[in-house]
C-alpha cells in the first residue's frame, strides 16, 4: 500500500463562468441561493466593461425574488437572476431610487439618491442576507485617458 496516495475525489466546479475573449475589463458577480437542507445552488454572471456605457447604471437582481424599483419616475420590475440598464440620459442628476421588496407585502428595502455625472458609470447589485435585501455597488470614474464606449 502506497503510504503517500491522495484518496480524496477531484473537486468539482461549483460554477463555470465564460469570459469573452475580446473583454479587457470584467466583473464577475457570485451568489449562492441557499435551500432549506440543501447544498447551496451557485450563480453568476459576467459584466464586460464594454457592456454598459459611460454615465450610466447597471442593476442585478441576485437575490431570490422579483424586485420592485423606482428610478425618479421610472418604475422598472426587476427579476430575479435578471439585470437592466438604467443610461444617464433619462434622468436629470442626481435622481432618486427606492427599491421595493414585493412579497409577502410590498415594503421599501432601499432608498437613496444616484448621481449619473459624466465618467461614472455603476454596477449594483441586489441580495438576500439573512431574510432582508441588500445592494452593494462598483462605482468606476473614467480618467482623461480612459476611452469607453459611446
Known sequence: MEAN????????PLLTLQIPADTKLAYAVLWA???????????GRVFSANDWDNSSLKV??????????????????????KSTDL????????FPVKMFQLKPETKCVFSSTWRVTAGRR??????????AISLRSILEMSSPNTTFRK
Do not use: M, Y
Open 87 to 94: 443610461p444617464a440620459r433619462e434622468w436629470s442628476d442626481p
Open 33 to 43: 441561493e441557499n435551500h432549506a437542507q440543501k447544498q447551496a445552488i451557485w450563480q
Open 5 to 12: 496516495k491522495d484518496v480524496r475525489p477531484p473537486p468539482v
Open 122 to 131: 455603476e454596477l449594483c447589485f441586489i441580495f438576500n442576507t439573512n431574510h
Open 60 to 81: 442585478l437582481n441576485a437575490s431570490s425574488e422579483q424586485i420592485g424599483i423606482s428610478a425618479g419616475k421610472k418604475q422598472i420590475l426587476l427579476l430575479a437572476g
